[in-house]
């Protein structure tokens, strides 16, 4: 069974600009969540697709936005980028609620 | 404010000895619990989780405990190896699940040979 893939590994972009990555979860899992890693901070939630609705959303600004497909396969968008938000960000599937998450490689983003 | 605390940011263990790992947690509705594991640059691997009905799950080298009134788990390795070395994250899980997970800093593990 495949695991979690994210891409791209790894991303180059300019103060300004947006992004979008993509995740594509275990088969069968039908939520999908997205996380945000920096050394301060540490691991922190995004926002949760669960049937192609956001069921929930982190603390985050509204510059950071997703969306699901119907094959569960999901993405995030980042406007207008910042230096702050370079990070590693990674995407976790579960079939639904309160179950084991299965993280993705993650995609490392360096906003220059 | 800090929901799940990992006080420890890094610990060192002999190989073949006990590491334990620590987490507190200060939201009462938090009921589900996981630990991970993460090595630089890759996602976190999951290891081991425990419901809050329960107070020790077990899965082979690895147990992991519940204490409910003191709001703390910890995670055990017995005995300790070389690849166990790695950053453990310590997650919990509270209503439905749609919240996501709420980690905590992480505790580096260092299996001193």
């Known amino acids: 069974k495949a695991g979690v893939t994210q891409t791209p590994r790894y991303l180059i972009k300019t103060r300004g600009q947006q992004v979008t990555l993509s995740c594509s979860p275990i088969?069968?899992?039908?939520?999908v969540s997205w996380y945000q890693q920096t050394p301060g901070q540490g691991l922190q939630f995004l926002f949760e697709y669960f049937s192609e609705t956001q069921r929930n959303k982190g603390n985050f600004p509204g510059r950071f936005s997703g969306r699901q497909f119907s094959n569960s396969r999901s993405e995030m968008n980042v406007s207008t980028l910042e230096l702050g938000d370079s990070a590693l960000y990674l995407c976790a599937s579960t079939h639904g609620g309160k179950t084991e998450a299965f993280f993705g490689q993650g995609t490392r983003l360096t906003v220059v | 404010d800090q929901q799940v605390k990992q006080n420890s940011p890094s610990l060192s263990v002999q190989e073949g000895r006990i590491s334990i790992l620590n987490c507190d947690y200060t939201?009462?509705?938090?009921?589900?619990f996981l630990w991970y594991k993460k090595y630089p640059a890759e996602g976190p691997t999951f290891l081991i989780s425990?419901?809050?009905?329960?107070d020790k799950n077990e899965d082979g080298r690895f147990t992991v405990f519940l204490n409910k009134s003191a709001k703390h788990l910890s995670l055990h390795i017995v005995p300790s190896q070389p690849g166990d070395s790695a950053v453990y994250f310590c997650?919990?899980?509270?209503?439905?699940?749609?919240?996501?997970?709420?980690f905590g800093k992480g505790t580096h593990l260092i299996i001193q040979p």
């Open positions: 425990i419901s809050s009905i329960k």
């Open positions: 088969s069968g899992h039908r939520s």
């Open positions: 997650a919990a899980y509270s209503g439905g699940g749609a919240d996501g997970l709420t």
């Open positions: 939201n009462s509705m938090f009921d589900y």
